[in-house]
């Protein structure tokens, strides 16, 4: 199996910073797309911002300027660095993964348990 772990959230004032983090595990051949998700209260789960294996980072227009992916692909990690952060960015987030198991395996699609992001004063 593969677990992706996240770590980061938390409460934060608005123009605030957080980190998250994750980190897969397992049996793992390759990872393509890494990346972060969010869902607010009664919206659907939308992209943040997704860092490829040809190494190329995409963001939503949302929070371009604002937030920075980074990965470290030997260890199969991926952060987001969150600044500026507005009272419309509270949602849960969640890690995403498209992982290769095995050479001969397809791409499976792998989510974090989510973590708690909330701007507030």
């Known amino acids: 199996q593969v677990q992706l772990v996240e770590s980061g959230g938390g409460l934060v004032q608005p123009g605030g910073s957080l980190r998250l983090s994750c980190a897969a595990s397992?049996?793992?051949?390759?990872?393509?797309?890494m990346g972060w998700y969010r869902q607010a209260p009664g919206k659907e789960r939308e992209l943040v911002a997704t860092?490829?294996?040809?190494?190329?980072?995409n963001y939503a227009d949302s929070v371009k300027g604002r937030f920075t992916i980074s990965r470290e692909y030997a260890k199969n990690t991926v952060w987001l660095q969150m600044n500026s952060l507005k009272a419309e960015d509270t949602a849960i987030y969640y890690c995403?993964?498209?992982?290769?198991?095995?050479?001969?395996?397809?791409?499976?699609?792998?989510w974090g348990q989510g973590t708690q992001v909330t701007v507030s004063s």
């Open positions: 860092a490829t294996s040809a190494d190329t980072t």
């Open positions: 397992g049996t793992i051949f390759r990872i393509n797309d």
């Open positions: 995403n993964a498209e992982v290769v198991r095995y050479s001969w395996s397809r791409i499976t699609n792998y």
